[in-house]
């Protein structure tokens, strides 16, 4: 068994081929008379072509085509897998099991239709580049008898509007600054936020969350707001009424008197204190 790097005429750029009794040539256009149901590939010695390639590339050494080892890999595989689709019964499907094995063989051809597209787009870029580098830009400036061809610039704005855009352009940026108003936020107790929104929800009966968060300066009292609408909800003394997911949500109180209310929320503020200063 011989491959292309026996051959005098390709010593100085090797390539390999593919010699087997029924076919000798380019091991990818194997894939190709495979694909067009002009060769079995069933009758592919595939364990053959492997030695032959492993043989190939300890010839030539250090100097092997790394593109051309990945695109052995790929096509190789994609045969394996072909052949093993090849071998499956294709007789009348009978079970779920029978289905799935005529799904993988359909997926098979498909990953060799997307191969040879592949292959197609890159040979086109391959020749988009070739012919780019035979253009060369123009380097001198425009005769003077084409300038009057040249249309009439419409900027769309009136010339005031211009002068805006360009100060605005030519304005100096102001030097970048980073925020520091981050690290001083206060720390919010979401035993003691739950205890306000108790006594709110008691004295108004209902609310929406809009109105409860609408005097948050912070994001940070935001997310402890709804924690603590969270807490009330696991005592069981708010109910949470939606119409649609994403639109307004609307709580209502269900835990009580205003006094019971306001009695919770003043040990819930106790607690938060002694927590916090131990």
């Known amino acids: 068994m011989t491959t292309a790097l026996d051959t005098p005429d390709q010593a100085a750029s090797p390539k390999f081929t593919v010699k087997l ?12 008379l495979i694909s067009q149901h002009e060769m079995d590939v069933t009758e592919v010695a595939l364990h053959r072509v492997t030695d032959d390639f492993i043989a190939y590339i300890r010839a030539i050494g250090k100097d092997f085509d790394l593109d051309e080892t990945t695109e052995f890999l790929v096509v190789a595989a994609t045969l394996l897998d072909l052949k093993a689709a090849r071998l499956l019964p294709a007789g009348d499907v009978e079970d779920e099991e029978d289905l799935a094995l005529l799904e993988a063989r359909d997926l098979l051809f498909a990953r060799l239709l997307q191969y040879r597209a592949y292959k197609q787009v890159a040979a086109l870029f391959s020749e988009l580049e070739a012919n780019a580098l035979r253009r060369y830009p123009r380097s001198v400036a425009l005769e003077e008898r084409y300038t ?8 769309g704005v009136s010339p005031e509007k211009f002068a805006e855009i360009a100060a605005a352009v030519f304005r100096p940026k102001p030097p970048p600054t ?6 001083h936020v206060r720390a919010v107790s979401v035993k003691e936020t739950a205890g306000i929104l108790r006594v709110r929800l008691a004295e108004a009966g209902e609310l929406t969350f809009a109105e409860l968060v609408a005097d948050c300066e912070h994001i940070t009292e935001v997310v402890a707001r709804f924690l603590g609408l969270l807490e009330l909800y696991r005592e069981a003394v708010v109910l949470f009424e939606q119409d649609e997911p994403l639109t307004e949500l609307r709580v209502k109180w269900t835990g009580g008197s205003v006094e019971e209310a306001k009695a919770a929320a003043e040990a819930a503020k106790t607690s938060a204190e002694e927590e916090e200063y131990g």
């Open 21 to 32: 009794s029924n076919f000798e040539g380019p091991f990818d256009l194997l894939l190709q």
């Open 148 to 155: 009057s061809l040249l249309p009439e610039v419409m900027l």
């Open 178 to 183: 980073v925020s520091l108003a981050h690290v």
